[in-house]
């Protein structure tokens, strides 16, 4: 039907457009699940009960895969026991030789003594064992101090950590070789008799030196917390270090760092010796300074002014 000529057009709607939007609120809910929900059937026991059971067949499979993904699979648990068996039969290896090497050590300061008896006289081997003593050849115990440094908490310093020999990454809140340098020289200036770190007795040819994230003493990786065990009078020597230059520097590590510091006096405290030191002995080198030196000597012995 249309409008007579001169009357006016039909409004239209404002949302003639809105042809989707007007069926979704129109119509919210689908068609067919309209005629569900109208449908005036209950629903059946039978089909209830297979409702159930489809829901448990579910759960037992989802329960069996679950079980089966995370049980060991029979070549990994295989692999994990060869590996168990050689890291104990090496480990046995090696304790076996320790005990070998305890005995032939034991055998050769036996005759070490017996040789210096026969040649020194009596006192000799005394004074061999007082020098092991001094340079940390033997072990060594007594009263000290007990020094527990380690890194601040939350540092990283494990894979992808901080690496020490990295100025422009190094956390301030790790301890570096450096720092366990100053320790260890603060303590022989304090007096201490004997040094070890986390049990490596440090001697006059001891090095302390960082190798990527680790630090190493004489070769041997250490990892924190580090214990530098100091033996001495234990008031005298805290009183000396703190005197010196390393008592502030740790104090200071401590305070601006974070890094945990602990120092306790110990009644008795036994260390390691070093091992085996090759002897090294100075001669006069051969030039014109060792003949110099030569004619001086010859010179004072005919003049009589030479010391004995």
Do not use: C
Not at 173 to 188: A, E, F, H, I, K
Not at 218 to 223: E, S, V
Request: glycine share 10%.
């Amino acid at each position: 039907m249309t409008a007579p000529p001169g009357s006016p057009a039909p409004a239209r709607r404002l949302d003639a457009s809105m042809t989707l939007l007007r069926e979704a609120m129109d119509r919210p809910l689908d068609p067919g699940y309209a005629a569900a929900a109208a449908d005036p059937r209950p629903r059946t026991r039978q089909g209830m009960v297979v409702t159930a059971v489809l829901a448990v067949l579910a759960g037992y499979l989802f329960s069996v895969a679950v079980v089966y993904i995370r049980a060991p699979q029979p070549e990994a648990t295989k692999a994990l026991e060869r590996l168990r068996d050689e890291i104990n039969r090496r480990t046995g290896q090696i304790e076996a030789r320790e005990q070998a090497n305890a005995k032939l050590r034991d055998e050769i300061t036996r005759a070490q003594r017996t040789a210096l008896q026969g040649s020194g006289g009596a006192d000799l081997p005394d004074r061999v064992e007082r020098l092991g003593l001094v340079v940390g050849e033997l072990p060594v115990s007594g009263p000290g101090l007990r020094f527990s440094i380690d890194d601040a908490p939350g540092t990283d310093t494990g894979v992808g950590g901080v690496d020490p020999r990295d100025q422009n990454d190094v956390s301030g809140g790790t301890v570096l070789d450096s720092d366990l340098q100053v320790v260890v020289n603060g303590l022989w200036d304090a007096g201490a008799e004997a040094v070890a770190i986390n049990g490596e007795r440090m001697t006059s040819l001891s090095a302390i030196r960082s190798a990527g994230q680790a630090i190493l003493v004489d070769f041997r990786p250490l990892a924190p917390p580090y214990v530098v065990d100091a033996i001495g009078d234990p008031a005298t020597l805290q009183a000396s270090f703190a005197a010196g230059d390393a008592g502030p520097y740790l104090q200071s590590m401590q305070d601006n760092s974070g890094i945990r510091v602990s120092i306790t006096p110990e009644e008795d405290l036994t260390l390691p010796g070093a091992g085996h030191l090759v002897l090294r002995a100075a001669r006069a080198a051969a030039g014109p300074a060792a003949s110099s030196t030569s004619q001086s000597s010859n010179e004072s012995s005919s003049t009589g002014e030479g010391s004995p």
